[in-house]
């Protein structure tokens, strides 16, 4: 079956810009969670929805959000990017809250 | 000071050569501890996962958890070229998504 699907997998921002970034889940997961990856502090842990409903939120400013639809899918958004907002930007599902992470490939964010 | 302590290597062993990863943590509510690998341009990929104290083989990986210590390894026998990759340490209170990863050793197996 098809894995975790993040689009797009690279896109270039200028500061002061917005993003989204956009998750497929594998079919019937309901759980997705985001993760920021980063040379110098790995792999920090951003949100999780279930259900539509934010059941976690990471320690990062509030210009981080997202959100979950119906079937699953994920977004998430960073308003007023900053040059550190440079990152791989990872989406993560689960069957549920407990099941093993499944991860996609990636968003590669690139702040000039 | 980080939750979890991974060294980033770089490091590098010949085709063969039994390999040992290792992270240390210092929150000691971490019940459930894992591995991941990623391979380059590639999104991490679970490997092994254990619950508390004790050891765990699968293949030629096995995980160790010494949580009087706050230390856990991944040892790899038999290494293969296919086994370079970036391998990460995770860990979580619950059994959830909201994983702590450490910063992920750089591991390349040369032939």
């Known amino acids: 079956k098809a894995g975790v699907t993040q689009t797009p997998r690279y896109l270039i921002k200028t500061r002061g810009q917005q993003v989204t970034l956009s998750c497929s889940p594998i079919?019937?997961?309901?759980?997705v969670s985001w993760y920021q990856q980063t040379p110098g502090q790995g792999l920090q842990f951003l949100f999780e929805?279930?259900?539509?409903?934010?059941?976690n939120k990471g320690n990062f400013p509030g210009r981080f959000s997202g959100r979950q639809f119906s079937n699953s899918r994920s977004e998430m958004n960073v308003s007023t990017l900053e040059l550190g907002d440079s990152a791989l930007y990872l989406c993560?599902?689960?069957?549920?809250?407990?099941?093993?992470?499944?991860f996609g490939e990636g968003s590669r964010l690139t702040v000039l | 000071q980080k939750e979890v302590e991974q060294d980033p290597g770089p490091l590098s062993v010949p085709e063969g050569a039994i390999v040992s990863l290792n992270c240390t943590y210092s929150?000691?509510?971490?019940?459930?501890f894992m591995w991941y690998r990623q391979y380059s341009r590639k999104g991490p990929e679970l490997l092994m996962y254990t619950y508390s104290s004790g050891n765990k083989e699968d293949g030629r990986f096995t995980a160790q958890v010494d949580k009087s210590s706050k230390y856990i390894s991944l040892f790899i026998r038999d290494s293969q070229p296919s086994d370079s990759a970036t391998y990460l340490c995770?860990?979580?209170?619950?059994?959830?998504?909201?994983?702590?990863f450490g910063e992920g050793t750089q591991l390349t197996v040369n032939p």
């Open positions: 079919s019937g997961h309901r759980s």
């Open positions: 993560a599902s689960s069957l549920d809250l407990t099941g093993e992470l499944f």
């Open positions: 995770a860990m979580d209170r619950t059994s959830g998504s909201r994983l702590t």
């Open positions: 929150n000691s509510a971490f019940q459930y």
């Open positions: 929805y279930f259900s539509e409903t934010q059941r």
